[in-house]
């Protein structure tokens, strides 16, 4: 079954999903590899009236990081 492409996820469950701890992805959003990001893309989701940040990951930014890890651009 295909997974929504606006599928949100967390940290916590990108990790899972991947096999890696939550940390790798905490430390690839601060590093970058060759001018770009180490990991997908990720975004910083705001609760109106409230000063609350989740960082989020959509699932279509994820499948296209895979898609440049599996061919990676020289």
Do not use: C
């Amino acid at each position: 079954f295909k997974k929504m492409t606006n599928e949100l996820l967390t940290t916590d469950e990108l990790a899972l999903e991947l096999g890696i701890k939550p940390q790798t992805l905490r430390l690839w959003r601060t590093k970058s590899r060759n001018g770009r990001p180490s990991g997908p893309k990720w975004r910083v989701i705001r609760k109106p009236n409230n000063h609350s940040r989740f960082v989020r990951y959509h699932r279509s930014d994820i499948e296209e990081w895979q898609n440049t890890l599996n061919n990676p651009i020289n």
